[in-house]
């Protein structure tokens, strides 16, 4: 069974720039999750879907990050304009409920870092 | 604001000794409990999860569940170097603690 897939592994970007991340789950997993995780911090959850809808979005910072996920399966993180803060390793994961709710599979991150 | 908050550590204890990992949680609501561990430069995996009150054992590790006093802690029994990593609790909503560093010394 493949895994979540991440793309790009590594971003370099001039601040006031955008960028885009993209997460492919695992086949049949409904739920998926963007997290933001700061170096030395735990992973802070930016968005929750539920198949292609919003579950919990309370920590997104929508005035400059956007998440969609069209057809339920693959999703996007977008970051218009970037800002220093925002170096980080973003985290897509997703999960399938029911047999065992609350295992995430992570995919490998993406790394921004932010000039 | 539901928060978890955990010991961001280091805590270091020798090889062989048992490790003892906290988390608090403010909302009283909160079910069940998932501990996952992070090696430096990857992502979270999960070692287990606890729904009820007591003790959860499954091999060297056991989480253990006190809703009333809101805390969940995971023991890790015959600590191994391998066991050096960042350990992060969540409640069933998946918002992560800081996480505490372990470090197992040989």
């Known amino acids: 069974e493949a895994g979540v897939a991440q793309s790009p592994r590594y971003k370099i970007i001039e601040k006031r720039q955008s960028v885009a991340f993209w997460c492919n789950p695992i086949s049949g997993h409904a739920t998926l999750y963007w997290y933001q995780q700061i170096l030395g911090q735990g992973p802070k959850l930016l968005i929750q879907f539920q198949n292609n809808g919003v579950v919990d979005d309370s920590q997104l910072p929508k005035d400059r990050f956007s998440a969609e996920r069209l057809k339920g399966v693959d999703s996007t993180l977008k970051i218009q304009p970037a800002k220093l803060e925002d170096s980080a390793v973003y985290l897509c994961?997703?999960?399938?409920?029911?047999?065992?709710?609350?295992?995430?599979?992570f995919g490998e991150g993406s790394r921004l870092t932010v000039l | 604001q539901k928060e978890v908050e955990q010991n961001s550590g280091p805590l270091s204890v020798p090889e062989g000794a048992i490790a003892s990992l906290n988390c608090t949680y403010s909302?009283?609501?909160?079910?069940?409990f998932f501990w996952y561990r992070q090696y430096s430069g990857k992502s979270p995996e999960l070692i287990m999860f606890i729904y009820s009150n007591g003790d959860k054992e499954d091999g060297r590790f056991t989480a253990q569940l006190n809703k009333a006093s809101q805390y969940v802690s995971l023991l890790i029994r015959d600590s191994q170097p391998s066991d050096s990593a960042t350990y992060l609790c969540?409640?069933?909503?998946?918002?992560f603690g800081a996480g505490t560093r372990l470090t197992v010394k040989p």
């Open positions: 969540a409640p069933r909503d998946m918002r």
């Open positions: 909302d009283r609501g909160s079910q069940s």
């Open positions: 994961a997703s999960s399938r409920e029911g047999l065992a709710p609350g295992e995430l599979f």
